[in-house]
Structure formats: C-alpha cells, structure tokens
C-alpha cells in the first residue's frame, strides 16, 4: 500500500466499516426480492430510477460521497458546529410545520424539486452532536438538576416539534437520548420511575380505572398500617404514601383516558388496542398478520432468494421500508434471520467498545448515542413485524429503503469512526 493510500484509511475501525458495507448490502438484496418480478429488465430500471432498489443504489452512491467528505474533515469541526447543526436541526423542523409534504399521513417531509427529504431523521444527528458537546463541556455538572433539565430539553424540543408532524414514530426514537444520559450520571430512580409509568399506563389499557382505584387504595392503606411505626416517628412518610397513591390514581384516572382520546390519532390507539388483543380490528391487525405469516412461512432455511411469495405477490404493505425484515424471513427463515440479527448485535457491542476507548467525553457521548439510536430502531422495528409492538413506521437502520434514513445512519456512522480515529485527542 502506497503512502496516500495509507494515511486516507489510517484509523480506520474496519469491522464497524464492514458491518456497515455488509448491513447495506442486505438491505439492497432484500428491496430488490420485494420488488423484483419476472421479466423485469434490470439494467433498465436501475438507469431509469423507477424502482426502490434502483434509487437505494442511487442513496448508497450520495451515502459514500457523504463518509468519505467526513472522514477527510478534522474531529475538531464537529465539536465547533455541534451547536450550529443543532440550530440548523430545529430550524428544519420548523420550516416542515410551515411548508412541509404529506405522505403517508403525516406531514414530515420538504420537497425540493423531484427531491423529498425527511428533517426528522437529520435532526438525530444534530441532537446527538448537541447532547454530546453539552455533556462534555468543562461548565456543565451534570449532578446537577439544572444540567439535567437542559440536557433533557435538548431532547424533547425536537421531540416535541416533530409529535407535531404527526411523525410518532421517528418521535419515540429521541427518547433512545436518555440511556446516553444514563451513561454519563442520570439517577436510576429516573429509569425506575419510567419503567412504573409505562406499567400504570398498561393497567390503564387492560383494568378497569375504577378497580385499578381500589387497588391503589388497598395497596396504599396496607403500607400505612405496616409502616405506622414509622410514620409516627416520621409524618413526612404518610405525605409521600399519600402523594404516590394520589398520583397513581390521577394518571390512571385523569391522564392516560386524556391521551388517548385526546392526543393520540384514532388509528394510533387501535393499533395499541390490538397489540393488547383488546381490539380485534381486521384492518389495524392486517399489517402485523401479513408480516407474522411471510415471516413464519419462512421455516427455518426459508424459501431461497427471489422465491418468497408473501413479499413478492404484495401481501406484506411497506415490505420495502417498515417491514423489510418479512422479506429476509421468507427468504433466509429462521437461521438466516438469526445470523442478520447477529451483525447488528456485533455492531452494537463494537460500538460501545468503541465508545468506551474514547479518551473524550465529547467522542463516548456521541458513540453512546450512535448505538442507542440504532438499538431503538433495531427493537422496535423487529418488534412491530413480529406483533410485539404496535406499527408506528420506524424503518431498520441502513436496511429499510429510504434516502433520508440511509444518509443519516451513515452520517452517524462514520462521525463516530472519524472521532475514533482521532481519539487520542481530547475534544470538547
């Protein structure tokens, strides 16, 4: 290897970067077996651009332009503009509520010419880079509430904005943000109070409020009488038994019937209802049904490339975006979809290895953030395709077709790989 060549791949952390190459390259086989049908002329579509797989190529192609202008790029630039990104992120969304695209029913998307472009995606980048260079900065203790709170704001701004594009789905993912946070100092009690509202909330959905009252009650007047010892030495103990079960009740009663009838879509809770088995809709149900049976019918070696039938007759909606993974099911079964899901666990545990080396709290935050966003998306995208969650259109990463997502997950990428490089510097 000559001297140029060296320096231009020095650094470079090759099984992250053959994960990635491997992870694309699945993806554009499997938005191919959706699309691909007898007699199709292959050179003709991929030049004329008219199909998925065709302009998946084409996203690759602008996808590696992007790795290699940030691999070229000193570290130290994306410490100076992580806030600059941040703004330009927030500023986008805004320009989205203003003039944005409808598709699929929501309004998440700027047009440009033939060129759509999805701001919720690019924004977890930007958010990503803001989290990072605030937790490192020398003037931010983040045993601090008042650091804490910031840090979640950065959070639940777009967060919030992006609700508004009726986009819950890419929302929900912003929420990944909070296990970086976790990371670097966020008290558990946090994650514990979080993992209790989620199970007041299903309560709500499967019992009854009214015997969930009573319940709370009971369970509230027999912690006071074990504990009267206590309280009569302590009376703040009685005030937080009394706060807690007023609290419960509330949510239950008051918070949960207000958004479910008031904040989420009428197509959202049934989708929810039937991920509960409370609702036996054939319309909301039809997604998961067709995705459980193209990947079911799979086996355990599948039917063989290009010889699936549920994908490629169109029974699975979104087989190319949200459930692509049906198309790997049915093609490769059960250890095909085993060794899939084994590179994406690979590149998590590489990436919080590579997190871990870093010498920089600027370089760990942003490697911790790389690999909860992809963990999030993992998760719930497998989980919607298998009935485990509802479908809220979360696509796979550097699988599912799409421009944005694909340029976003590779911008996140080789960000990560080009602070790796450079990890003996300490940036802020």
């Given at each position: 290897?000559?001297?140029?060549?060296?320096?231009?791949?020095?650094?470079?952390?090759?099984?992250?970067?053959?994960?990635?190459?491997?992870?694309?390259?699945?993806?554009?086989?499997?938005?191919?077996?959706?699309?691909?049908?007898?007699?199709?002329?292959?050179?003709?579509?991929?030049?004329?651009?008219?199909?998925?797989?065709?302009?998946?190529?084409?996203?690759?192609?602008?996808?590696?332009?992007?790795?290699?202008?940030?691999?070229?790029?000193?570290?130290?630039?994306?410490?100076?503009?992580?806030?600059?990104?941040?703004?330009?992120?927030?500023?986008?969304?805004?320009?989205?509520?203003?003039?944005?695209?409808?598709?699929?029913?929501?309004?998440?998307?700027?047009?440009?010419?033939?060129?759509?472009?999805?701001?919720?995606?690019?924004?977890?980048?930007?958010?990503?880079?803001?989290?990072?260079?605030?937790?490192?900065?020398?003037?931010?203790?983040?045993?601090?509430?008042?650091?804490?709170?910031?840090?979640?704001?950065?959070?639940?701004?777009?967060?919030?904005?992006?609700?508004?594009?009726?986009?819950?789905?890419?929302?929900?993912?912003?929420?990944?943000?909070?296990?970086?946070?976790?990371?670097?100092?966020?008290?558990?009690?946090?994650?514990?109070?979080?993992?209790?509202?989620?199970?007041?909330?299903?309560?709500?959905?499967?019992?009854?409020?009214?015997?969930l009252l009573y319940i709370f009650t009971g369970i509230a007047a027999l912690v006071v009488y074990f504990s009267r010892r206590e309280i009569r030495r302590k009376r703040s103990r009685l005030v937080?038994?009394?706060?807690?079960?007023?609290?419960?009740?509330?949510?239950?009663?008051?918070?949960?019937?207000?958004?479910?009838?008031?904040?989420?879509?009428?197509?959202?809770?049934?989708?929810?209802?039937?991920?509960?088995?409370?609702?036996?809709?054939?319309?909301?149900?039809?997604?998961?049904?067709?995705?459980?049976?193209?990947?079911?019918?799979?086996?355990?070696?599948?039917?063989?490339?290009?010889?699936?039938?549920?994908?490629?007759?169109?029974?699975?909606?979104?087989?190319?975006?949200?459930?692509?993974?049906?198309?790997?099911?049915?093609?490769?079964?059960?250890?095909?979809?085993?060794?899939?899901?084994?590179?994406?666990?690979?590149?998590?545990?590489?990436?919080?290895?590579?997190?871990?080396?870093?010498?920089?709290?600027?370089?760990?935050?942003?490697?911790?953030?790389?690999?909860?966003?992809?963990?999030?998306?993992?998760?719930?995208?497998?989980?919607?395709?298998?009935?485990?969650?509802?479908?809220?259109?979360?696509?796979?990463?550097?699988?599912?077709?799409?421009?944005?997502?694909?340029?976003?997950?590779?911008?996140?990428?080789?960000?990560?790989?080009?602070?790796?490089?450079?990890?003996?510097?300490?940036?802020?």
């Amino acid at each position: 290897m000559n001297r140029p060549q060296a320096k231009l791949t020095a650094g470079i952390d090759w099984p992250i970067f053959g994960m990635y190459l491997a992870l694309v390259f699945i993806g554009f086989l499997a938005i191919f077996a959706a699309e691909y049908r007898e007699g199709d002329h292959v050179i003709q579509n991929l030049l004329s651009q008219n199909k998925n797989w065709a302009r998946q190529v084409l996203w690759f192609g602008v996808s590696m332009v992007l790795a290699l202008g940030i691999w070229l790029t000193d570290s130290k630039f994306f410490t100076a503009t992580a806030n600059l990104f941040y703004a330009f992120g927030i500023l986008l969304l805004l320009v989205v509520l203003a003039i944005g695209t409808g598709v699929k029913g929501s309004n998440s998307w700027l047009e440009l010419g033939g060129f759509r472009f999805q701001p919720a995606e690019f924004t977890k980048l930007c958010t990503n880079l803001a989290l990072a260079k605030y937790l490192s900065s020398m003037e931010t203790d983040f045993t601090k509430m008042r650091s804490r709170l910031i840090a979640a704001s950065m959070v639940l701004i777009p967060f919030g904005l992006i609700i508004l594009q009726d986009e819950t789905g890419l929302a929900l993912v912003y929420f990944c943000f909070f296990l970086v946070m976790f990371r670097e100092g966020l008290p558990g009690i946090l994650l514990v109070i979080a993992f209790s509202a989620i199970i007041l909330v299903l309560s709500a959905l499967l019992v009854d409020k009214y015997v969930l009252l009573y319940i709370f009650t009971g369970i509230a007047a027999l912690v006071v009488y074990f504990s009267r010892r206590e309280i009569r030495r302590k009376r703040s103990r009685l005030v937080m038994i009394i706060g807690l079960w007023a609290f419960c009740s509330a949510f239950v009663m008051f918070v949960v019937p207000f958004a479910f009838t008031k904040v989420l879509k009428d197509y959202q809770v049934r989708r929810i209802e039937v991920m509960l088995g409370k609702e036996n809709d054939p319309k909301a149900t039809y997604n998961t049904r067709q995705s459980m049976i193209a990947i079911g019918s799979g086996g355990l070696w599948g039917k063989g490339y290009l010889k699936g039938t549920q994908t490629r007759f169109d029974f699975v909606p979104e087989q190319s975006t949200d459930f692509i993974f049906c198309t790997i099911g049915e093609d490769f079964g059960f250890f095909g979809s085993l060794i899939f899901l084994g590179i994406y666990i690979a590149l998590l545990f590489r990436i919080i290895f590579i997190a871990e080396r870093q010498r920089s709290t600027f370089s760990r935050v942003y490697a911790y953030g790389v690999a909860s966003i992809i963990f999030f998306h993992l998760a719930i995208n497998i989980s919607m395709t298998i009935g485990l969650a509802p479908v809220i259109g979360i696509p796979l990463p550097l699988v599912s077709y799409g421009g944005s997502s694909l340029m976003t997950f590779t911008m996140l990428i080789f960000i990560m790989l080009r602070l790796d490089a450079d990890r003996q510097m300490v940036l802020r």
